[in-house]
């Protein structure tokens, strides 16, 4: 299946922590990658490959797996962190890459 | 620095075609891929292909088939994306990015992320 599904939106209080989810069959095989986007912008990349950042992303970012769902975390969350989340993946199934269909975050 | 620039925004009726530009700096182009993204108003991303700026490769999704073409100018450090048969539904913000990579010792390795992105360019197709 070349689909990777995620929540349309989830909210959270200023400071707490938030998990974003992202389910599809392709990632049994393949670490997820995560992109934010605010308005108007183009896409920034946060999590790539076992947890790791790119330079100049906070360390409240961070990823995890387990079976076909892959997790973004943000421990803390800011204000500034408000935004769309997507995460990616290779889908073999149809050799191209796939991405989710969006989280929209609210920080509180 | 390094960034991705790409060509302004296009107005085009349905049947028309579009080429849309993105120029690298500040990096070794042939070492990393370009992919080009798109997103609908108020949709999320889809990707539409990839070229590779060492030999000219490309891979498509099987959506735009085709109808779309990705070139590599290595003389320029630029990466084009044309689109055929123009429809309202290929209305969208297209987005240039670039296949991250590990190098090592001139080895480049892809790490399945796109970690920069041009500012995009705006298509709207309208009659």
């Known amino acids: 299946s070349s689909e990777l599904t995620q929540d349309p939106a989830v909210s959270v209080a200023l400071g707490q922590t938030i998990r974003i989810t992202c389910q599809g069959d392709?990632?049994?095989?393949?670490?997820a990658t995560w992109y934010q986007q605010k308005p108007g912008q183009a896409p920034i990349l946060v999590i790539y490959?076992?947890?790791k950042r790119p330079s100049g992303i906070p360390d409240r970012f961070s990823g995890s797996s387990s079976g076909n769902t892959a997790s973004l975390t943000i421990t803390g969350a800011q204000a500034e962190d408000e935004a769309a989340y997507y995460c990616?993946?290779?889908?073999?199934?149809?050799?191209?890459?796939?991405f989710g269909t969006g989280t929209e975050v609210t920080v509180l | 620095q390094v960034q991705l620039v790409q060509s302004g925004a296009e107005v085009k009726k349905p049947g028309a075609s579009v080429k849309v530009s993105c120029k690298a700096s500040g990096y070794t182009f042939s070492n990393y891929g370009i992919s080009w993204v798109r997103q609908a108003p108020g949709q999320g991303l889809e990707w539409m292909g990839w070229?590779?700026?060492?030999?000219?490769?490309?891979s498509y999704a099987q959506t735009l088939q085709g109808r779309v073409t990705m070139t590599a100018d290595t003389s320029t450090s630029t990466v084009y994306m044309e689109l055929r048969s123009l429809r309202s539904g290929d209305t969208a913000v297209y987005y240039c990015?670039?296949?991250?990579?590990?190098?090592?010792?001139?080895?480049?390795?892809?790490?399945?992320?796109?970690?920069?992105w041009g500012q995009g360019t705006m298509v709207t197709v309208s009659s």
């Open positions: 490959g076992k947890n």
């Open positions: 990616q993946s290779w889908d073999t199934s149809v050799n191209h890459y796939v």
């Open positions: 990015a670039r296949e991250g990579a590990n190098c090592v010792y001139g080895e480049c390795y892809p790490i399945d992320a796109f970690d920069i």
């Open positions: 392709s990632l049994r095989n393949y670490y």
């Open positions: 070229v590779s700026t060492a030999n000219g490769n490309t």
